[in-house]
């Protein structure tokens, strides 16, 4: 059964560091990686997805990583600003099924 | 902001009532999906679909039922609502174009008494 940990649950940095954020999965026979944010009282915001056969994707100040074999995934965040505060989340998708198996997420502050 | 509704946006209700959330998509998307959120669990599948009438159970799909009668509603219902139906649910969509991500509605809070 997959699992997905994220690590840690919290985080609070000042502004305009830059951070990583981890994501492990203990099957790595994954079909691939999401990233998402997460708003208080909102819904999931999609940022990054990672195809298996992908090492890496970038989106703007974001860079999220994949190393599959060793079943492990981060999301870097250059120059933190205090928008970017929220709770981040991956999920993982196996080939052949729709399920995202989904970690409980780190929760970012990115102190002014 | 993909264009997701789901209704109602927060409900109170009391155990053993009928209960139907709705999904509405405007983008012709082929899949959708109903998960629930909880403190302590996560993000958890129940049920999603493929297509017109064709659906299928997720990872928690005891005590609810789906319906998909129209590519741009997917209705989820929980027959008789007990308390553990208590959480947050969101609707999510995807296309088939490549490999596409999952786009989230903003949920529905439903409180079952």
């Known amino acids: 059964k997959q699992e997905v940990t994220q690590i840690p649950a919290a985080l609070s940095v000042p502004e305009g560091e830059n951070l990583v954020l981890n994501c492990s999965f203990t099957?790595?026979?994954?079909?691939?990686l999401q990233w998402f944010r997460q708003d208080p009282g909102k819904g999931l915001t999609s940022l990054l997805l990672?195809?298996?056969?992908?090492r890496e994707q970038t989106s703007g100040r974001l860079n999220a990583s994949l190393d599959k074999s060793s079943g492990r995934s981060t999301l870097y965040i250059a120059a933190s600003q205090p928008g970017d505060s929220a709770t981040y989340l991956c999920a993982v998708r196996r080939g052949g099924s729709e399920k995202l198996v989904f970690g409980k997420g780190t929760k970012l502050t990115v102190n002014p | 902001d993909a264009g997701i509704t789901q209704s109602p946006r927060h409900k109170v209700t009391e155990t053993g009532t009928p209960v139907t959330l709705r999904c509405h998509q405007t983008e012709n998307h082929r899949y959708m999906y109903w998960y629930r959120q909880d403190p302590g669990h996560g993000l958890r599948l129940i049920h999603y679909s493929y297509g017109v009438k064709d659906t299928d159970k997720g990872e928690v799909s005891d005590g609810y039922s789906v319906s998909r009668s129209k590519t741009e509603d997917f209705l989820l219902t929980l027959e008789s609502a007990t308390s553990s139906q208590t959480s947050v649910y969101f609707c999510?969509?995807?296309?088939?174009?490549?490999?596409?991500?999952?786009?989230f509605g903003d949920g529905t809070r439903l409180s079952i008494l």
């Open positions: 099957d790595s026979a994954i079909y691939n």
């Open positions: 999510a969509i995807r296309g088939t174009e490549g490999d596409q991500p999952q786009h």
């Open positions: 990672i195809q298996s056969s992908q």
